[in-house]
């Protein structure tokens, strides 16, 4: 059993910043790529943010310049560094990860933390 529980969201203005954490814990042997989604009210999911185990990272156009994904191998956790907030930038965020245990490989989600941007 593997688990991803993230942490960091809440309220902030627009212009400000946020940092969003999460930590797989379990039966770890190695995480391959994590990375960050978000999902706004009546919207699909959608990509902000993955980075390889190597710390390679990729992002949406849309958060380019203003977030930092990164990762500490160590502590099996994942960072989302957001500056510049938006209003559109509200949304609720998920965590993912590629998690790969002694018995399998898992794609793993977190249970989401809101992030709300007021203007």
């Known amino acids: 059993q593997v688990q991803l529980v993230e942490s960091g969201g809440g309220l902030v203005q627009a212009g400000g910043s946020l940092r969003l954490s999460c930590a797989a814990s379990?039966?770890?042997?190695?995480?391959?790529?994590m990375g960050w989604f978000r999902q706004a009210p009546g919207k699909q999911r959608e990509l902000v943010a993955t980075?390889?185990?190597?710390?390679?990272?990729v992002y949406a156009d849309s958060v380019k310049g203003r977030f930092t994904i990164s990762r500490d191998n160590a502590k099996n956790t994942v960072y989302l560094q957001m500056s510049s907030l938006k209003p559109e930038d509200t949304a609720v965020y998920y965590c993912?990860?590629?998690?790969?245990?002694?018995?399998?490989?898992?794609?793993?989600w977190g249970q989401g933390t809101p992030v709300t941007v007021s203007s």
């Open positions: 379990g039966s770890i042997f190695s995480i391959n790529a």
């Open positions: 980075i390889t185990s190597d710390g390679v990272p």
């Open positions: 993912a990860a590629d998690i790969v245990t002694t018995a399998a490989t898992y794609a793993s």
